[in-house]
């Protein structure tokens, strides 16, 4: 069966750090480009961020650059998401998600893991 | 970045209807990179047309997307009682990803 699981989430104080990751089974992980996308309580979807199959080129939505990272781990078939600098506006469940395509960027997420809560609050 | 809105914010139908969701896009969007999804309250997002036009796998064929340019439309011909949800429309494009904010489809 073709799955994301999430991990790593929790309550942290702002400024504080955490780093998620999301577990890929069913698939041949180093194909895909992979992203995470958050979700506000009660809000809409926000693309966080993307990396390729071989981690050679990441792109971030502007609201993280410069304090979360996006990294990957083929051998293991994980993706991780490391949260610096973390704010209120940050609390959401974040989500890990495939992309469509098979070598190929198309711009579409396929699969989804069930997401994990972030929660920036003292 | 491409802005994409979506109207109406909620639509209210009955089963058996058709339902028609409009996603504008603030500057012209590839239709390779328009997406649509459908959630549920607790659940992940779901895929259902990708490229535009183009089924996702398993998606049954009331589903149906269209449009180019800035102006997308998810149609669902036929209304069931599970197709009642939030859809978003999405674009990728240099290098960058977003989405609309969500059309609410409840029952009437």
């Known amino acids: 069966e073709v799955q994301l699981v999430e991990s790593g989430g929790g309550l942290v104080q702002p400024g504080g750090s955490l780093r998620l990751s999301c577990a890929a089974s069913?698939?041949?992980?180093?194909?895909?480009?992979m992203s995470w996308v958050r979700q506000a309580p009660g809000k809409g979807l926000e693309w966080v961020a993307n990396?390729?199959?071989?981690?050679?080129?990441?792109y971030y939505v502007d609201s993280v650059k410069g304090r979360f990272t996006i990294s990957r781990d083929n051998a293991k078939n994980s993706l991780y998401l490391q949260m610096n600098s973390l704010r209120a506006e940050d609390t959401a469940v974040y989500y890990c998600?495939?992309?469509?395509?098979?070598?190929?960027?198309?711009?579409?997420?396929?699969?989804w893991g069930q997401g994990t809560m972030v929660t920036v609050s003292s | 970045e491409i802005v994409l809105t979506q109207s109406p914010g909620t639509l209210s139908l009955s089963p058996g209807e058709r339902a028609t969701l409009s996603c504008r896009a603030s500057?012209?969007?590839?239709?390779?990179?328009l997406a649509w999804y459908q959630q549920k309250p607790g659940q992940a997002p779901r895929l259902l047309i990708y490229?535009?036009?183009s089924r996702a796998t398993g998606i049954p064929d009331r589903f149906s997307g269209s449009g180019s340019g800035t102006d997308f439309t998810l149609t669902i011909s036929r209304l069931e009682p599970e197709d009642f949800a939030v859809y978003y429309c999405?674009?990728?494009?240099?290098?960058?990803?977003?989405f609309g904010q969500g059309t609410k489809l409840e029952i009437k």
């Open positions: 500057q012209s969007v590839s239709s390779s990179y």
């Open positions: 998600a495939r992309d469509l395509g098979y070598f190929l960027l198309r711009g579409a997420f396929d699969i």
């Open positions: 490229g535009a036009s």
């Open positions: 990396i390729k199959q071989d981690g050679s080129e990441k």
């Open positions: 999405q674009q990728y494009g240099s290098s960058s990803v977003t």
């Open positions: 069913g698939f041949t992980f180093s194909s895909y480009w």
